[in-house]
């Protein structure tokens, strides 16, 4: 072989190589943008869950909700149906919200950290809104989970209003102040009426450091606990809080450091280390098919998991 048919064989070898690095990286963007979507589906979804009448099958858990008796608050009976779907709906709609964030910072691949801080927001939301429809208990224990988590956040409102210097909540003029939210109402009333309820059902209600719990309810236990987990949720809470703690093991420090270096953070990566983006969805889905008796977002959710752990095998 001649000097010159060597350095062609080289010159075309090169071409192959650069050919075929092309071709990866046209792949590994076509499976991103293809994760993107189904995101985007599933937490469009979400939304539609979080704002639309939720029909039960006959024999559901929902149904029994629907017939148990009304919750006495203050000068208000709201039915134990509207408390469980509201509560549960308010972190259904923060899973969209969060999981549409995903989707965004997915296709950018500009950001690790604030991939994986969103990925466990999206997980964490998820599980709330589980613990509060979980089959698998009775309606005063779904409803006494639902009261918790309604204090955890009227204390949590009370707290930013007093940064804020809000201490009046006025009713309007034409007496139509009692929306959905609460918006018009003192927070510290409605944590009172609640407590009086509970006392008056025989149920605790002891002070912890933030608020009042009528049960105990955390994170850690939900992810451990609750019937539909498949053991990967410890996993993804655990590793999303290290991370957004800031408490790096030292593999993380480096991928950070690496997104850094390079400028960039590769889909592949914000997907191995966003774990709870589809742990948590997957877990409320199951868990709220088995609260309504029916299945929903089938379609939606076979995409997103298929695509999520879609890393380079022909789909």
Partial sequence: MTGEDSSKNEATRAMEIVVQIQR??????????????????????????????????????????MRAPDVQLGDRAVSVEKILRYESAVNIMSAADQ????????????????AVSVARGVFEACLWAAAVLDPTITTDERLQRALTRRLARLSAGIRLNKMLGITDYEQ??????????????DPAQDI??????????????????????????????????????????????????????????????????LTQDIGKAPAWLIQH???????????????FAGYMGKVHLEREYQQFEKRFWDHGRKA
Wanted: proline fraction near 3%.
């Fill in 24 to 65: 990866v990286a046209r792949e590994a963007h076509e499976r991103r943008d293809a994760l993107a979507v189904a995101v985007d589906d599933i937490a469009s979804g979400f939304t539609q869950l979080g704002l639309k009448s939720w029909k039960a099958g006959r024999r559901s858990p929902a149904r029994e909700d």
């Fill in 172 to 185: 309007p003029a034409d007496g139509d102040g009692d929306d959905e939210h609460g918006s018009n109402r």
């Fill in 273 to 287: 280390l966003s774990t709870g983006v589809w742990a948590g969805p997957r877990l409320f889905l199951e868990t």
């Fill in 192 to 257: 009172d009426d609640i407590v009086t309820y509970a006392k008056n059902r025989g149920w605790s209600a002891k002070k912890n450091r933030r608020a009042v719990e009528i049960t105990p309810l955390s994170i850690d236990w939900l992810s451990e606990n609750l019937e539909h987990r498949v053991s990967i949720e410890g996993y993804a809470w655990t590793s999303g809080s290290s991370m957004a703690h800031s408490e790096h093991a030292a593999d993380t420090a480096s991928w950070i450091e």
């Fill in 99 to 114: 999981l549409r964030g995903f989707a965004v910072l997915l296709r950018a691949e500009a950001s690790l950290m604030g």
